[in-house]
């Protein structure tokens, strides 16, 4: 087994913010602000091994994200998956040193677990300049970093969508969080269909939503193909259920789902977002 990750947590560059201001407020008192009214306290929160929550400014997907975090139990130890928006930097790239900033405050990066992550996964590699510009991942740290001051986090961003690519940096991800004697929760960073009108979308995001409460990898990378699905994060959401095969977990449970229709109101074009929580496995129970 190996022991806690993180002994050089936070060595290294700092990250300095690339949304703040646009995909959520870059002033301490407005962000702590937003954050007490999206995080609003929930009736149950429960263990989780994985997340599902997007990334779109917080104005529009933030009730959805703010749901599922209000009602996960968020431990030290994180990795976030996410798209790569930018294109630049490798195909899968593992930011493994250093710091993130975000308004207000900063997350350490773990770096043994990145580390031991990347010895793992060789289809990954250690990079910095594919997070330099990449909203998906920093958008989800306020919202950790108010539920858990001591978080310390893993980004990883992937632009290669086929099966293989995804299922080998599942295997490795469940394999480096099984060895460890902490517990690791891994979130995947991702909006659903994009820019079509508020049926359209409706329709295929159900049948993304499926494919992700099914937990089944091949069938979600399917459905996006077959159906055209604009899905950004069909990466990172393959490769973390990909993940869940080696890990033990409970049921997955859709939150809330929203478009960015429902926020402003214009149903031309719009961009879906869901929220699920696949639980934490129950405790085994106690032997008499």
């Known amino acids: 087994m190996m022991g806690p990750a993180g002994s050089r947590e936070g060595a290294g560059p700092v990250r300095q913010p690339a949304a703040a201001g646009v995909f959520y407020p870059d002033r301490p008192e407005r962000a702590q602000a937003e954050l007490g009214r999206l995080l609003a306290p929930a009736a149950w929160r429960r263990a989780a091994t994985a997340l599902v929550v997007p990334h779109a400014a917080w104005q529009y997907s ?7 975090y209000a009602r996960a139990m968020i431990p030290r130890l994180v990795v976030i998956l996410g798209p790569n928006h930018t294109g630049l930097g490798p195909e899968g790239s593992v930011m493994a040193r250093g710091r993130w900033a ?11 677990l990145a580390r031991a992550i990347l010895a793992a996964a060789p289809a990954l590699e250690e990079d910095e300049l594919a997070h330099r510009s ?13 539920l858990q001051p001591r978080l310390a986090f893993v980004p990883i961003t992937l632009m290669r969508a086929d099966l293989g690519f995804c ?12 060895a460890l004697d902490e517990p ?8 659903l269909n994009h820019y079509e009108s508020q049926a359209a979308s ?10 992700l409460l ?3 990898p091949a069938l979600l990378i399917q459905t996006v193909n077959e159906y055209r699905i604009s899905m950004c994060g069909v990466a990172p959401a393959a490769a973390t259920l990909a993940a869940l095969r080696g890990l033990a977990h409970g049921p997955a449970a859709l939150v809330r789902y929203e478009t960015s229709g429902d926020v402003s109101g214009d149903l031309a074009r719009v961009v879906g977002y869901a929220g699920l929580i696949i639980a934490a496995a129950p405790a085994p129970a106690e032997t008499r």
């Open 202 to 211: 409706n329709r295929k995001d159900s049948l993304a939503i499926e494919a």
């Open 62 to 68: 933030g009730r959805v994200a703010g749901r599922v």
């Open 214 to 216: 099914s937990l089944d």
């Open 167 to 178: 299922e080998e940096v599942g295997r490795a991800l469940a394999s480096v969080v099984r």
């Open 134 to 146: 990449e909203h998906a991942i920093e958008v989800q740290l306020p919202f950790l970093l108010r």
């Open 184 to 191: 690791v929760l891994l979130i995947c960073s991702t909006d």
């Open 102 to 112: 975000v308004t207000g405050g900063e997350a350490p990066i773990a770096e043994e």
